[in-house]
Every structure is written in C-alpha cells, then in structure tokens.
C-alpha cells in the first residue's frame, strides 16, 4: 500500500457528541440532499487529486482519461494542499445538521465525518509521515513510490490501445518524479529527527537496489508494457522507448534516492518502537484509533493479546493431542507441522497449478453454504491468481484486489507461491476464507453493489474490514467447512491466534519498549512459524503501528454486536438479517457499527 492509500483507506475515533452540536448549515434543501451534494463534491476533488486512485476504480476514461497519463503528486507542496483540503471538506462537514438526518444518511455522515477528523486531527499534529496518522515512515520496505508503482503499473494500469500504451510511458516517466517527490518528503522528516530504524533500512535498500539493477530486458516496468502491447497486437517498439526512460529517469532517481538512504543508514538507531520520534507516545495513540476505529488502551490491548494467546493455544493443543501430537510446546508442534513434507504442494509449477485449482474447489464448497448464512450475496466473480513472479519475493503471502466500481476487473484473491513450502495445505482453506469468501471479497462486493455514496462504497476502515474477513474464518467454522479437516481447524486456530500475537507484539513494541529481536522471539515461540516469515511479519509492525491490531480487536467487535443482538432479540433474531444490517450499509467505523446494529435491533 502506498501511504496515500493509507489515509484514504483508514479511520479513526472522533467524539461525535462535540461534533454533532456543530451549527447547522441554513436549510435552502434538505440535509439529506446537502450531504449527498457534499459527498459527491468531496469524492470529485479526491479524485481530481488522485489519478491513481481513478485508475484503481476503473474511471480512467471518459471526462477523466487524462488523469490515466499521471501518478499521484506526493510533494511537500501537495502535502500541504491535501492537509488544507481536509479541513475545509471537515468544516463543511460538520455545517450539516446531523440531527436532520435519518437512516442510511447518518451512517454514510457519520463514517465520512469519522476519518475526515482523525485525519485532520493527524494533520495537525504532526508534520512527518507525508500527512496524517498509520505510516511515519515516507519510505520503507513497505511504503514510498517504488515499492507501490511498479505493482500499480503491473497490475491496475489497463493496457487495451495505442492511448494506454502512451499513458503507461507517460507514468513511466511520473515515477522518477515521484521516487524524487518522496526523496524530498524524506529529507524533510529527517530535520525533525524521523527515520526507520537500522534494520527497516538494510531491508528497504535491498528491495530499492534490486530494483534499479535489474537490466530493461528483467525489469518488469519495462518488460509489463511490452508484453501487454504484444498480447494486444499494438504496433510499436515499446522494449526501445520504456528502456530509454527507464535508464535515462527512472534507474537515477532511484539512485538519488539509494544514496540518500544509504546515508542515512550510516545514523541510523536499532530502537524498533516509535516512541523515540517527536510525539511518540502521541502518534502511536492516534495511529491505533486510525486503525482500529477504537479508543483501547495499548496495556489493555496487550493484556486482551496475552489472555488470547494462551486459550488459542490450548484449543490447538487439545485437536494435536487428539491426533497423537503430545511432544513438545504447541508452537514447536506447529513447527513440525509446517516441516511436514506431506502436506505441502510440489513447489513446481504443476504443482502451483494444483493448488490453485484446489482453492477454487474450496471457494465452490463454501458457495454453496452461503444462502444457509446470507441473505445478500454478491454479484461480483471471484478470480484466484498467484501473485506475478516479478514481484512476489517482496509480496505478503496473500491478498485481495478488490473489483472496479464497473466490473470490468473482478476482485480477485492473490495467493504467493514463491515457494509452497510457505503455505502448507492445512493453512489455505483459512487464507481462502479471509482473502475470498465469506471474507473480503463478499463484504467488499456487497459494499460496491449497494447503492450508495461512491465516497462510501470506496471506503476502507480496517477494523470493520481486516474485523470482518476474520470474523468469516471463525465463520466458516460455525459452517462446518472444517467438520472432516482437524488439521484446517488448527490452521484457522493458528491463525486466530497469529492476530492475537499481535496485539501483544505491536503494543510491546510500540508502548513497552520491546525490541525487533524480543517480538520475534516471543511469536516464533508461540505460532511456530519459520523465524524469517515472523521476522517480516514484526519489520511490518515497525512501520505501520496500530494497523496489526485492527484484525482481532475488529473480529472480537462483531462476535460482540452477534451477541448483543441474539440477546436483545432472542427468538427474532436472524443470521440474514444480522449480516444483511451489518454489510449493506458498507465499510463504517466501528462506533458506527455498535449503532447500526443497535437500530437494527430496535426495528427487528
């Protein structure tokens, strides 16, 4: 994820009380048509912001077929732009009068109302992150231009005629800008004493040099184009231009931009947490509400963490000592169960074709349960990919991409298979889960397809959305997708309690002082993972904190809000209609949850 991404896709706690006595806007319509008018306005100035943001909705055509010709300005100047127009867009805001507003209209208020604040109130108090609150390192292993653009282009950037073609090179040449853009975001926070630690910069060097080494006919920025064009029987030689602008623009802006680091790497500190940067303590509250769409405390939400972690473990112990497993630590018989040879895909491509056809049987499986829990299903195809060769060493084990708003691009679920060894069989039905269905794909669809807002069928809050794709995990148990697979249900109990290791590790380095070496040590113990995936997973907490957490204190949020309303309504209540009010009103802060569900227990 880009860092711009980061703040449109997040959100945060607000006080609505204060906010709801803001003075009302003088009525010449209604508030309803007020808001809708200010929504509208707020979406088209994002997206006149943001080309990649058009791109990735698929409206980069039209009135806006221009915008496909450029990348995102991420100067310090439209960093300051961006920060004022927050504020106005907030201002306006808060001159609706909510309490004119009545159902599907407060909600979509509301969770707009809710990441407009959080990022205003970021803006305002600190100015290094490149704006706002999740992400206060510009440039990392997993933020800054070069790690996203070369996988925006790939995969987002539609290459159908001459006119794409021109606008893939006329990006080309926006990236050197952009990694030249970042570069000067860096400098900037460098003066107030912001950087990442030792260790995010040795792995933010390797993955910047790979890519400025790699020769045009290797590089997948030059060699996407060609092949695409090719695939399209565009006439042209594309491997001469896009090498030219690769060698002349892209390869020394990303050696500006290595040197740079490289510099910085010779000062750099080895404290993992965030608490050494100006407002540490401050930034990493903020960062957590923005995540989590909540106000917890990171030592309770350490103490939650522990006490998860030890009732996962003794269920998996229980089904592994059900099977004959009793020797050793549950994490060190997990171990032996990623070691196990005989679950484990050949790690050829045969082999990876396999797999993926398997996932597809499972998706199919769990299809067919689904009118037994939903009332609303999507429309939207689900597609499994592996994720592209080019760029899976650096890429997480799986992921989802949600659909264009036009559905001409399905959601699709990427799965890493850089080397089967990673994900053994027992885990995958799990990931299947999360990424697809009944998981991110079914409540993202459902959002696009509903009718509402475009700013609200965009939206992305991650304690709803990372809350929910878990809480479908936990679901597909309750479905019996796990009834003939022990060894699956352990793989979803492990994972359960992956997210519970969080908690503990992203608060112990972020609040406890714990260091890079103690959090890994401490989830290698307890999940049996190899050393270097829960090494990776750690580096990530360093340098988006808060965001880690958002999974399980989302998924205990919904298991909370399913409980509530089987107890208010007793022989009323229905699972439809739980997951219909819950999913049909799109992505919303998790305050805003509690009261829609609220509602819907009061009118079922």
């Known amino acids: 994820m880009h860092r711009r991404d980061l703040l449109l896709g997040s959100a945060g706690a607000l006080a609505f009380v204060a906010l709801s006595r803001a003075e009302a806007q003088p009525a010449t319509s209604s508030a309803s048509a007020q808001l809708k008018a200010l929504f509208d306005q707020f979406m088209a100035e994002d997206l006149d912001h943001s080309p990649e943001t058009v791109t990735s909705l698929g409206l980069d055509k039209g009135a806006r077929a221009a915008q496909k010709f450029k990348l995102d300005d991420g100067s310090l100047a439209a960093t300051a732009d ?79 005629t001459k006119a794409d073609v021109d606008a893939y090179l006329s990006r080309l040449e926006g990236f050197a800008v952009a990694v030249d853009q970042d570069s000067e975001q860096v400098r900037h926070d460098i003066g107030l004493g912001v950087f990442p630690p030792d260790f995010i910069l040795d792995k933010t060097l390797i993955q910047l040099k790979a890519l400025r080494d790699a020769t045009p006919d290797k590089s997948n920025l030059v060699q996407s184009l060609v092949r ?44 993992a947490g965030i608490a050494r940067l100006p407002q540490g303590e401050a930034y990493y509250r903020l960062s957590l509400q923005n995540w989590t769409t909540t106000d917890g405390d990171p030592a309770d939400i350490h103490k939650t963490g522990l006490e998860l972690v030890a009732d996962y473990s003794a269920q998996i112990d229980a089904i592994l000592k059900s099977r004959g497993m009793s020797q050793g630590t549950v994490g060190e018989r997990l171990r032996a169960l990623y070691d196990d040879p005989q679950y484990r895909y050949p790690n050829t491509d045969e082999g990876k074709v396999k797999l993926i056809a398997d996932l597809n049987v499972k998706v199919s499986e769990v299809q067919a349960k689904l009118p037994q829990w939903f009332k609303t299903l999507p429309k939207a195809k689900l597609d499994i990919r592996r994720v592209p060769k080019a760029t899976e060493a650096g890429a997480p084990g799986g992921y989802y991409q949600n659909g264009s708003l036009d559905g001409s691009r399905p959601g699709a679920y990427y799965i890493n298979l850089r080397d089967t060894a990673e994900t053994p069989s027992w885990v995958l039905p799990t990931l299947t889960f999360h990424e697809g269905i009944p998981g991110h794909h079914l409540q993202l669809s459902l959002a696009q397809e509903a009718t509402l807002p475009t700013i609200r069928k965009i939206q992305f809050f991650s304690g ?43 608060t112990g380095l972020h609040s406890q002082g714990w260091s890079r070496e103690k959090a890994i040590r401490y989830a290698v113990d307890a999940l049996g993972d190899q050393d270097a995936t829960l090494t990776t997973e750690v580096e990530r907490y360093c340098v988006w904190p808060g965001q880690a957490c958002s999974y399980m204190l989302g998924k205990l949020e919904w298991l909370r809000l399913r409980q509530k309303a089987k107890d208010a309504m007793g022989d009323r209540f229905d699972i439809h209609t739980f997951h219909d009010a819950g999913l049909l009103s799109g992505a919303m802060p998790l305050a805003v949850l509690d009261r829609r569900i609220e509602t819907y227990i009061q009118q079922g």
């Open 82 to 160: 961006a920060k004022r127009r927050n504020a106005e867009q907030l201002r306006k805001l808060m001159a609706i009068d909510r309490g004119a507003l009545s159902g599907q209209d407060v909600v979509d208020y509301d969770s707009v109302l809710y990441v407009t604040d959080i990022q205003d109130q970021a803006n305002r108090a600190f100015n290094y992150g490149g704006g706002g609150s999740g992400a206060p390192y510009v440039v990392s292993q997993l933020t800054g231009a070069y790690q996203s653009v070369p996988d925006f282009l790939d995969s987002q950037h539609t290459v159908e």
């Open 228 to 271: 695409r064009a090719k695939d399209k029987h565009i006439p042209g030689d594309y491997a001469d231009v896009a090498a030219r602008i690769y060698t002349g623009k892209v390869q020394p802006a990303l050696d500006r931009q290595i040197a740079m680091m490289s510099d910085l790497r010779g000062h750099a500190v080895h404290d």
């Open 464 to 506: 709803y959305g990372e809350g929910w794709a878990l809480y479908a995990e936990n679901l597909a148990v309750e479905m019996g997708m796990y009834a003939d697979d022990p060894l699956g249900h352990v793989g979803q109990l492990h994972d359960a309690m992956f997210r519970a290791v969080r908690l503990v590790v992203d």
